[in-house]
């Protein structure tokens, strides 16, 4: 499946509930009806003040042209739509949105764990290491990693997302890991307002220890917030 992952920065002058309550009650309703959009998914942080965002909007497609067509292509943090619901959705985000300090990428999402629906959901915003290629850092994150943070306790549902264009992506992937207990989260992968963490269980801790070998941890923002399912005709 394809994702249009976008983390969200309220427009100067706008207060966090401000901005939560125009994104859920205005823009979403819009933004559900894009042409071509099979899920859509909204995350609020659950604690605004120490998050590095204010939300993040997930739209997925079953194909990239689509997606294109809809939301723009890599290199761009601004799109030009012509047609539809698109074309109202950029439009709308000018009410709300610095778009210049919005991050966004285009990848191809896979499920590595899928053991429940949690709602709270830790997303971190990987960068590799210097020195370390984008062909390197995917090797190891998809087949040492990835197997360790399975095994994370409390994880019910795990993503990873790879560039589809990695020359022109902000980020070299996006790693989704879902809880149903929130201290369970922030007990394996830390607090908000914090980059590092220091976890007691020896799953979380082995996770934690590989990361130095492939993350920049300072260039990687992350994210915890609650995931609320706006859109899902996959499951229909």
Do not use: C
């Not at 079953?62 to 619901?85: F, I, M, N, Q, V």
């Amino acid at each position: 499946m394809y994702r249009h992952a976008a983390f969200l920065v309220r427009k100067d002058g706008m207060t966090h509930e401000e901005f939560v309550d125009y994104w859920q009650n205005n823009h979403t309703p819009i933004a559900r009806e894009i042409e071509g959009v099979v899920r859509y998914t909204t995350t609020v942080p659950l604690d605004s003040e120490a998050a590095e965002f204010d939300g993040i909007a997930d739209l997925y497609f079953e194909d990239l042209e689509a997606l294109y067509d809809a939301l723009g292509g890599e290199g761009s943090r601004d799109y030009d739509p012509d047609k539809g619901t698109a074309k109202e959705a950029r439009e709308d985000v000018d009410d709300f949105l610095a778009i210049e300090r919005r991050p966004r990428l285009i990848g191809e999402e896979t499920v590595r764990k899928d053991e429940g629906d949690g709602p709270y959901r830790h997303t971190a915003l990987l960068v590799r290491k210097d020195g370390m290629t984008h062909e390197e850092f995917r090797d190891h994150w998809l087949n040492e990693h990835v197997p360790i943070a399975r095994e994370i306790p409390g994880v019910v549902r795990y993503t990873t997302t790879v560039p589809t264009d990695p020359e022109h992506a902000e980020f070299d992937g996006i790693a989704d890991l879902y809880f149903e207990d929130v201290e369970a989260l922030r007990a394996a992968l830390g607090q908000e307002g914090s980059r590092d963490y220091d976890p007691d269980d020896p799953k979380a801790v082995e996770a934690r220890e590989d990361v130095d070998d492939f993350l920049d941890l300072e260039s990687r923002p992350r994210f915890i917030g609650e995931t609320t399912v706006q859109k899902d005709i996959t499951r229909e």
